[in-house]
């Protein structure tokens, strides 16, 4: 985590809060209310995603031999969840408030007060950690919402307390579509989709280089920046085999460093087989390299690479 612009992120988020919550309680603008409870969460959100950045940064452990990485995306949850409370609790508000009320000209002040700390803040959280951009997703809805509360906040105090409700409603209508959106971003992270192209082709040409026939390779993304996978080779004819476990080894060290930890499997006998089927590296339906003819699974190939004399 690139931590160094976190603290002007904090203090640019409680400057904007403050501005906001004191409008919305001196000035009894509604829709400036809804705003400010989306303030309220956001600080909530933004702790829970400091507190899961610290603990995903622990070492693995016998929980987690392949590190504490997903812990990242607590935070992320968090804020959907502090976000989820503020929606309900403003759609509370506005219903209660269909009777009628006054609205301070101040308020749209405050809004736009508010509103330009916000955009302060996102600006320098997108430069962090790729969960804190989940927050700043977030935060960018504090400046769409503080130009709909200022104009409808000023419309509400100069027309009527109706402009001002219905600006409320729109920034509970935004914040909602947020959430929906938050969620198929974690959904994403979630599934173990499969990891780009361009990993597996790298992967590919790296083992070539070492004179190692990829057989079969899969691979998934774990956060972001990170991937984990299998890999099956077989070394080139007249290899030793002693020699292609260091050449695999070397290469699980290099992709390792490049941010992808890989299982590699060294054997002869894979290669008989793929002879045999006409088998090879493809194309799956999703553009992901696949096996073709590969025969058996991780394990069994794990076995079998044994069984032939070597394994990294």
Excluded: N
Excluded at 199 to 223: H, K, Q, S, T
Aim: overall charge neutral; some cysteine.
């Amino acid at each position: 985590m690139r931590a160094r612009g976190l603290p002007a992120v904090v203090l640019l988020s409680l400057a904007g809060a403050a501005v906001k919550i004191y409008g919305s309680l001196a000035y009894g603008s509604r829709a400036l209310l809804v705003d400010a409870l989306t303030c309220v969460a956001s600080l909530v959100s933004l702790a829970a995603v400091v507190w899961y950045l610290s603990i995903a940064s622990a070492p693995p452990d016998e929980d987690h031999p392949y590190g504490h990485h997903r812990l990242r995306y607590g935070g992320a949850l968090a804020s959907l969840s502090a976000y989820m409370f503020a929606a309900g609790f403003s759609a509370a508000v506005l219903a209660a408030s269909t009777g009628g009320y006054r609205v301070g000209g101040e308020s749209s002040l405050a809004a736009l007060v508010g509103g330009g700390f916000y955009a302060a803040a996102v600006l320098a959280a997108r430069g962090l950690d790729p969960v804190l951009r989940v927050y700043a997703g977030f935060t960018a809805s504090e400046l769409v919402e503080s130009v709909v509360t200022a104009a409808s906040s000023w419309l509400g105090s100069s027309l009527g307390y109706l402009y001002d409700l219905a600006g409320g409603a729109l920034v509970l209508a935004y914040l909602l579509y947020e959430a929906v959106e938050t969620h198929r971003r974690l959904l994403r992270v979630f599934s173990d989709t499969a990891a780009p192209r361009r990993l597996y082709e790298l992967v590919e040409r790296e083992a070539r280089l070492r004179g190692l026939e990829p057989l079969r390779l899969r691979l998934r993304m774990l956060d972001e920046a990170r991937c984990s996978g299998d890999l099956i080779v077989v070394p080139e004819r007249g290899m030793p085999l002693d020699v292609a476990d260091i050449l695999a080894d070397e290469l699980r060290q290099e992709m390792e460093a490049r941010g992808c930890d890989l299982v590699i499997h060294v054997g002869v006998q894979e290669r008989r087989e793929a002879a045999a089927g006409g088998g090879g590296l493809g194309v799956g339906p999703a553009g992901s390299p696949q096996a073709r003819g590969a025969g058996p699974g991780v394990a069994g190939a794990a076995s079998m690479a044994a069984e032939s004399g070597g394994s990294s």
